[in-house]
């Protein structure tokens, strides 16, 4: 009898350390990380993009990290412009992460104007580990989640506003063609184009793709439109 209740106590402990140990571990992987958290994960993995052409016209955006290897994702607007109606390439590409003075050079590997995605490489890996950001399923994205949008608005550098999904999914007539973005009460400008939208574990959901104006041309601010982090893998991997 002693023997038995001995057992019990001791599968008992046993069951319990187990569950407490699936509980904590549970807590640790889906607890929101902090603003200050997020941006120090992120800065590493988000980098600001130079895009110059034959008349040494500058534009600037922001890229996202996405191997090892050196392959960046940004937004085709950010390594194309229009003239005359056609779609035109820059000359030359660089980036340059935040923690450095110059810029690196990128060749351009492929772009789509429908999807608004361009894929980037490092002609030159750098001395130091490349990080890429972890990717959340941006099918599970729900209104009134809190995200983050890294990137180099107004080029001053590698910043970070906070905000929240409004509309997971929605289908908007941007440039006379229909995409797939999430709408976010978020805070975006110049130079975030291409950048990361994030959750509230600092994983990637989106790019970062524009804004849109009113009936009197003016900007809507505080609301952007990012394109969903699926989107953007299933592009890459193309």
Known sequence: MRQNIRVFYIVTCIVTVFTVTLVLLFYFLTFPLSPEKIYEQAIE??????????ENATSYGSAVIVSNDGELITNAHVV?????????????????????????????????TELDLAVLKLKELPSFELKSLKKADSDKVKSGQNVYAVGNAQNHGIGITQGCISIPLLKINYQERIIDVIKCDLTITEGNSGGALLNERGKLIGITTFRLKDNDVNVVQGVAYCIPSNIAYTYLLD
């Open 80 to 112: 194309t412009y229009s003239k005359l109606s056609m779609i035109i390439e820059f000359i030359s590409y660089s980036i340059r992460f935040s923690f450095e003075e110059y810029y690196r050079e990128v060749e351009l590997i492929k772009y789509d």
């Open 45 to 54: 993995c988000i980098v600001e993009i130079k895009a110059m052409t034959g």
